[in-house]
């Protein structure tokens, strides 16, 4: 019914509504909701989960049953062979990307306010954990624009190797720790201006005022830097930013709540000493801070690359869907990373011939003209190991209040135990939740 409704009232006629299923894996259903989505026929406004816990995640590590509980007797239904539905998950992504996962244990050892409530759910992309009637408020900053500018003579050095250009940039971490708070100012202003549908959105969600700071641009910041996506020096830079974002964003929250008052489900919260959290003590304005989200439009706006995301592609054809009197008609349009372009135009090795091979699919190490350094710095998400694109959403996890949105991408020809060795490296990592897409594996992709 949800499915059908938002099919009919699209957003504003031209883009597609999205909407979040989430059934626990100890449902009596759960392999029936596994392989829902498994026809790409029904639930086409959905994306999927599996909320699973640590439970059943060692059950699958030691091929152990696990019990399936009736939720409204809350007596054991039958029991089911882990592996076998793990298989079910994974076989199912790997065939069209449905279902993630999310790892609902951990999503609720970080909730701030157990005293109402067990998360259940998440938004559409998996990053805001909610309660239900709270709702999203994220913000993104473009990390690309907090780079120090190349004085000449190091952008000339540049042209001489890695080592000489990341001479030539730095991070302004000045910049930086000054937007941060204005940001979680702007935030929770948002919470008293906006308006919300029905009175319970507005009650939960100034109860616990939660925002969701994040980053975007983080390829492209890894572009100016001249480092590699898949590197330990890019992990080790990810760190030390997300901690910071985090870290900055916990204190302007402090000094919110002494001008503003806490988030009045402070009482009672993991913050309050008297909860007997062993996190208690700060006395925040908002029950969480941050929030990394896949920015899919804030980045068309900004022109940068997604989240933290690699970049799919320098160049590329993009699907929209421009016609109002026909939405379903796609148009494609060719974009190119505006970093890419800038550099490659500054490095002297731009051409109309050299975008229009990669737009083609193409691919840069084969082309003559591009210097090496650049083929090794300028690498695109199929250029990247899936374990890397793991662990960048791991690290980013740790500094983070909420969780993180991640595509692991894989090529067409990636196999079923290539996704379920991702799905357990997700588990091993800390992350909050994993979502795969293996490219090619829906007739239909807005990225190509």
Avoid at 15 to 33: Q, Y
Avoid at 222 to 239: K, M, N, P, Q, W
Avoid at 295 to 304: P, R, W
Avoid at 307 to 313: D, H, Q, R, Y
Wanted: glycine letters at 8%.
């Amino acid at each position: 019914v949800y499915d059908a409704a938002t099919e009919s009232i699209k957003q504003g006629g031209t883009r597609r509504g999205a909407n979040m299923a989430i059934l626990s894996v100890d449902h009596p259903d759960i392999e029936a909701f596994i392989n829902v989505k498994s026809d790409m026929a029904a639930l086409q406004n959905f994306n999927i989960s599996v909320a699973v816990t640590e439970r059943f995640m060692q059950a699958v590590e030691r091929d152990e049953p696990y019990e399936l509980i009736n939720p409204r007797t809350h007596k054991v239904a039958r029991a089911a062979a882990a592996r076998d539905v793990f298989r079910q998950i994974v076989e199912n992504a790997w065939s069209n990307g449905d279902p993630g996962l999310v790892f609902l244990d951990r999503v609720n050892r970080d909730n701030p306010t157990p005293q109402l409530g067990r998360i259940e759910a998440t938004n559409p992309c998996g990053e805001q954990p909610l309660l239900p009637y709270e709702s999203c408020n994220l913000g993104s900053l473009n990390l690309s624009r907090f780079v120090t500018p190349a004085p000449q003579a190091a952008a000339t050095r540049a042209r001489n190797g890695k080592a000489a250009a990341q001479e030539a940039r730095a991070i302004d971490w000045d910049a930086l720790d000054q937007a941060i708070p204005l940001c979680v100012r702007f935030l929770d202003d948002v919470i008293e201006q906006n308006r919300y549908p029905i009175p319970q959105i507005d009650e939960m969600t100034k109860k616990t005022r939660k925002i969701g700071l994040g980053v975007m641009g983080w390829a492209d910041l890894l572009f100016l830097l001249h480092i590699r996506y898949d590197s330990g020096e890019a992990i080790e830079l990810a760190g030390r930013v997300m901690s910071f974002v985090q870290e900055r964003a916990d204190r302007a929250s402090i000094a919110l709540a002494g001008e503003r008052g806490v988030f009045p489900a402070w009482h009672g919260s993991m913050y309050d000493p008297a909860s007997g959290d062993s996190r208690g003590g700060p006395r925040y304005r908002n029950a969480t801070r941050t929030t990394v989200a896949p920015t899919g439009t804030l980045s068309i706006i900004a022109d940068c690359s997604g989240g933290i995301e690699p970049t799919f592609a320098l160049a590329f054809m993009r699907q929209h869907y421009l016609d109002r009197k026909d939405p379903a008609k796609a148009t494609r349009l060719p974009e190119v990373n505006r970093t890419f372009r800038a550099v490659a135009e500054q490095e002297g090795f731009y051409s109309d011939g050299l975008i229009a091979y990669l737009a083609e699919g193409g691919v840069l190490a084969e082309r003559g003209d591009v210097p090496d350094w650049a083929k090794d710095v300028f690498r695109t998400s199929h250029d990247i190991d899936p374990e890397w694109h793991v662990k960048m959403q791991a690290v980013f996890q740790r500094h983070t209040d909420n969780a993180v949105s991640k595509t692991i991408n894989f090529s067409h020809d990636a196999t079923v135990a290539d996704e379920e060795k991702a799905y357990m490296l997700a588990y091993g990592e800390g992350c909050k939740g994993i979502t795969v897409y293996r490219d090619g594996s829906r007739d239909q992709q807005v990225l190509s």
